[in-house]
């Protein structure tokens, strides 16, 4: 079971490396807008994510112990706006995502390390600010919410 997931995210690996997504200058002519294909890309990866989300909100998804998947939306908060900009920030001055630097280190490229140094670095920081888990329900209590909530429907 867990090859499936090794085997897609190799070809996700794959996908960004020849996509170009991988090269800092091709980070950088995005930010500069003089290099567009990455939005192409980028494109992509949001119309997926949306044929994804009508998938959820159609019941065609459906959770492994064959429970419904319900997706709640996120409320808005300082800390959501705060975090983009520190994210934007950060792609712009490494060239690099979450996901694409993977791909580098994958790659061979020492830079992917850093960043992704700077990401382990930043969920510990994260981690420091909420609330520890409660054992009974495996929730924190976190005033941001949650993603998404997996169950079983009565019946």
Known sequence: MKSR????????????SRAGATEFDAILGMFRLTDLHLFGVIGV??????LGFAAFR?????????????LTAKPMSKG?????????VGWAVTGTCPGTALAQIGE????GLFTFAGVL????????????MSASTGRGASKLGRLGHVGKTAG
């Not at 997931?5 to 996700?12: A, E, R, S």
């Not at 990866?45 to 949306?50: C, L, S, Y």
């Not at 019941?59 to 319900?70: E, F, N, P, S, W």
């Open 108 to 111: 061979g490229h020492l830079a």
């Open 58 to 70: 159609r019941g065609m998804v459906h959770a492994k112990g064959g429970g419904d998947v319900h």
């Open 121 to 132: 670095l930043g969920v510990w920081l994260h981690s420091l600010s909420q609330a520890p």
């Open 45 to 50: 990866a949001v119309a997926t994510a949306a």
């Open 80 to 88: 959501l706006v705060h975090g983009g900009l520190l994210f934007g």
């Open 5 to 16: 997931y090794i085997f897609f995210g190799l070809v996700f690996g794959f996908v960004l």
